[in-house]
């Protein structure tokens, strides 16, 4: 089973449309949670971190679900500059800040 | 100016070639990192250092070594390359306090190894 496991997608929304990807983690030892953002042939940039009782930044919430060991990530009203690969991260179970990333959910949004 | 550079961007070589990829940032941080890319695998952590004087291996280091010669620089090399080494190859860093688990990648560089 891998550590961090998403839905790879693709997702594909109309421009105004809510979405969410979940993602899950076997390590119930891991510490910290992240959603990242890859846009294609580019490199990874941190779009938020995740807490525990979950958080908001703009159109985007992330929330945690320690019991199932899942994390999701949902967009709202969303925009073509959206479009992207959502990268789910966890940080590995006592062990710092090494991060282990899922293979990634893609967004496609449509005009 | 780019905070984590790489170089090179794109690289063609052949089997069993040494090379050796570049890293260097700006960001004035302690904690260095090299991943590599592959389509539907995700990034996966070759070596890492905490300081100068520290290097650690990753989930995938069999092949590779790295050589952290100053706090801003670290570097990969490949000894024989190998036709399943061909990836995207990341760098990152990141820095001590409350952020820590942010890390910040360079650009990347793409190498086929042929």
């Known amino acids: 089973r891998k550590e961090v496991e998403q839905d790879p997608g693709p997702f594909n929304v109309p421009e105004g449309a809510t979405v969410a990807f979940n993602c899950t983690y076997s390590?119930?030892?891991?510490?910290?949670f992240f959603w990242y953002r890859q846009d294609c042939r580019k490199e990874p940039k941190l779009l938020m971190s995740?807490?525990?009782s979950g958080n908001e930044d703009g159109r985007f919430t992330a929330q945690l679900n320690r019991a199932s060991q899942y994390i999701s990530l949902l967009i709202r009203d969303s925009k073509l500059s959206d479009s992207a690969t959502y990268l789910c991260?966890?940080?590995?179970?006592?062990?710092?800040?090494?991060?282990?990333f899922g293979t990634g959910t893609r967004l496609a949004v449509r005009p | 100016d780019a905070d984590v550079t790489q170089t090179p961007r794109n690289r063609i070589t052949k089997t069993g070639k040494r090379i050796m990829l570049e890293c260097s940032q700006t960001?004035?941080?302690?904690?260095m990192y090299w991943y590599r890319q592959d389509p539907g695998l995700g990034l996966q952590l070759i070596y890492y250092?905490?300081?100068?004087?520290?290097?650690n291996k990753g989930e995938i280091s069999d092949g590779y070594s790295v050589s952290r010669q100053a706090q801003a620089k670290f570097s990969l090399s490949l000894e024989s390359a190998i036709p399943n080494q061909t990836a995207l190859y990341f760098c990152?860093?990141?820095?001590?306090?409350?952020?820590?688990?942010?890390?910040?990648f360079g650009p990347g560089t793409r190498l086929t190894v042929l």
């Open positions: 990152a860093t990141s820095g001590g306090g409350s952020s820590y688990n942010e890390q910040f």
């Open positions: 390590n119930s030892a891991s510490q910290s």
């Open positions: 995740v807490y525990s």
């Open positions: 991260v966890v940080t590995v179970g006592g062990s710092g800040d090494k991060l282990t």
């Open positions: 960001k004035g941080h302690d904690r």
């Open positions: 250092s905490f300081d100068v004087k520290d290097i």
